[in-house]
């Protein structure tokens, strides 16, 4: 009986680190086999550099500009929208109102839609109806309109965990109610908020479907946001499909934009956790 | 109070002025140079980008445009007067005869054998057992002995997609013991293995064959795979790589169609592993 018992608390040992070791695995799997493919040729100049002969020399320099400048304008656009959005969800309106039902049920449905979805409507909206044409401007309009549900959807989320004392405090200091939003309960909320506008950037730098109709394939050094600029993850899926030979710059450019994805996913987390120490601190006194 | 709420909005109108007018200033600058515009398949645009690039080098107020979205997006945009030209990777249809094909390159596939292999032919028919693996051995074939190894080719490839279509199999049908990516890899899997078979963009074969490459491109419905029989229109598994316009092209637009055309891109053309139209 009790060797029984064991036996059986062993398997679920068993089973409960199988999970995480499988997704370890495929993680391993994954970022050795493209750093194994690419690694030999990255260097600073691959980074500068224009590419030639289709990508499958030079470098990815006004690439990676064009990536960033998309990523920007995205973020310009939909951090301010979307606070203003969840705030007026979390603070302003009744939360079982049938208006605020409407539009969380559209954002969850927003969520789900594929980005080739986005991808189109943009290329209709941004880039024919409003003359904005292949742009990184439509681009990043295009990406904002795909990660503003998700984005809402968090910070609406860290705003309704802020404890009830602080606003009633706020209201008993006789603090208006947009001093009370700006001064106490967004920097409360601030490291949640951050979450969701990691999560938000995260698909924003990987996206493809959505920017090949929008920010266009035009590997040049854009001089402004009207110009078409190629996003690095449409770069690594025209050399990987499009270009014969391109296999191994597909690769190369693939740790760029992972080593990107990194480093924006870190230095998020460097600032949300310097941010909950200092919300913290102030939140005791 | 008042003061407390005018304030951010004021400061607010201001910026939004201010950046309005940097974006108007952005859109006068980048308007200053003339632009052509190139939309449709994903198969040419790389090679127009190029193209685009060195005929920029010697017009430097002129930018080439190279955008993607597929033969009927080409087609379309041609059309509709969005893109000066259009990319259309195949003959244009008879309810396309409103708009005017420029033939840039042909991408061909040939199917390729290890030059030890004694099979001198293979018929529509064999191709497709062999490949959907209903033939695993050489010897159901004729000469020869041991097990077919059928090589394919990645999903998305063109090459995939033109072999596909043209013998009208679907893609999950393929039995293939290997699958590589591009020529280059299908070329020396091949050269390594003598019971191996796959197929590989024309231009690429050829010229590896040329080369002294150990493998041996099958002639397709008695017609040879060489060059001259791509050009001619003679060999079955070719498709053209078009430009497509509405009206004649004029100006700078014809320039640069004459120049795609033309002996000084035929490197660029080779490079992306398709036949050039001139010599």
Known sequence: MIERSRFRFDGHLLLVWAAPLTITAIFVWIVGGVLLHGLDQLSWSYLVEAPRRAGRQGGIGPILVSTLLIVSVCLAVAIPLALGAALLLAEFVPRRSTGARIVRLSLDVLAGVPSIVFGLFGSAFFCSLLGLRFSILSGGLTLACMILPVLIRTIEQSLRGVPNAYRMGAAALGLTRTRAIVTVLLPVAAPGVLVGVLLGVGRAVAETAALIFTSGYVDRMPSSVLDSGRALSVHIFDLSLNVPGGDAAAYRASIVLLLLLMLINGGMLCIHSLLKRVMGISAQI | ?279
């Open chain 2, 1 to 279: 109070m008042i003061r407390a709420i005018s304030f951010p909005f004021r400061k607010g109108r201001s910026f939004l002025a201010l950046s309005v007018m940097a974006l108007l200033s952005v859109a006068a600058s980048a308007h200053a140079a003339e632009t052509i515009v190139l939309t449709g398949s994903s198969t040419v645009a790389p090679l127009m980008a190029e193209i685009g690039k060195r005929f920029e080098e010697t017009h430097p107020n002129l930018r080439i445009d190279v955008q993607t979205g597929g033969s009927s997006r080409g087609v379309r945009d041609a059309r509709a007067g969005l893109a000066d030209i259009g990319m259309v990777s195949r003959p244009l249809t008879d309810s396309e005869r409103d708009l005017t094909a420029f033939t840039l390159a042909y991408d061909g596939v040939a199917f390729i054998l290890h030059k030890s292999n004694p099979v001198k032919t293979l018929t529509r028919q064999q191709i497709i057992d062999i490949f959907t693996g209903k033939v695993r051995d050489w010897s159901e074939i004729g000469p020869g002995r041991g097990t077919i190894v059928v090589e394919n080719k990645a999903e998305g490839r063109s090459t995939l997609e033109l072999f596909l279509t043209h013998f009208d199999i679907k893609s999950s049908d393929v039995k293939a013991a290997v699958v590589v990516g591009d020529n280059q890899e299908a070329i020396k899997v091949i050269a390594g293995n003598p019971l191996a078979i796959g197929y590989v963009s024309i231009g690429s074969a050829v010229t590896e064959a040329g080369l002294g490459v150990p493998i041996k491109p099958l002639p397709m419905d008695g017609v040879e795979a060489t060059i001259d029989a791509v050009k001619q229109k003679r060999f079955p598994l070719v498709r053209e790589l078009n430009l497509v316009v509405r009206k004649q092209p004029e100006g700078v637009v014809k320039e640069f169609i004459a120049y795609a055309q033309s002996d000084q891109v035929t490197d660029l053309v080779k490079d992306l592993y398709y036949v050039p139209v001139g010599h």
